[in-house]
């Protein structure tokens, strides 16, 4: 049984991680998701196309093709999409500024949120290299942290240039299972810095598919998560509050109460 809901209107919507052309990505929750919420903007926080797992063997069901005409037809009716590539979909890093069926395409971002708070939107993959070698350049100091931004950036351009897969912060992540938490506390940590040094009072990213809102030292972290498990999104209220929204959560929920009682289902078998 559907359980139906009244359509929620926001501000914004931050959106990342679908991974649209793998097999885990969860279309028919988005695709309701985006049914039931709309926005004067939209933020597709990276790796919404995972470019990497096409060029492996092409996988896109129709699934796929629903999300990109809901997004196109948001364009369509009013809605301002902007699109900031993460690893994934990371052949659109070389048309930053450029504009494909209404959707924006832009390295990262400074936006107002109602309540005139600046936040840094970004996907976060920049950061991977500091989190991997954290101690090492905390050890070396700044010029070292500036250097190794600089150089993943360029490796990854190459490796991209070569055909060379990127690296997955969160396949790796699962892996060091372990040792996971440390390297998100590690992540959400060096992505603050970078909002501080950006003077903005807080920041929202996706790429360790680990949704979340916190403080951190003064700034405001924000993480969208993911379409391939959590299936969460950011929604900012037009008062500028922010919401974490988990659409799997509220679905399961709300079926649950969908279904029919016990003593009707008894009258009907009746
Ligand atoms: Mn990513």
Redesign the pocket.
Known sequence: MTATFETRQFRTLFIS?VHLGSKAARTDLLLDFLKFHEADTVFLV??IVDGWRLKRSWFWPQGCNDVVQKLLRKARKGSRIVYIP???DEFLRDFPGTHFGGIEVADRATYEMADGKKYLIL?G?EFDVVVRNARLLAYLGDWAYDAAIVINIGLAAIRRKLGMPYWS?SAWAKLQVKHAVNFIGEFQKVVADEARRNKVDGVIC??IHHAVMTDIDGIHYVNTGDWVESCTAIAEHHDGTLELISWQTIKATAELHALPSPEIKDMQAA
């Open positions: 991680d990276g790796d993460g690893n994934h996907h993959d912060f996706g790429h």
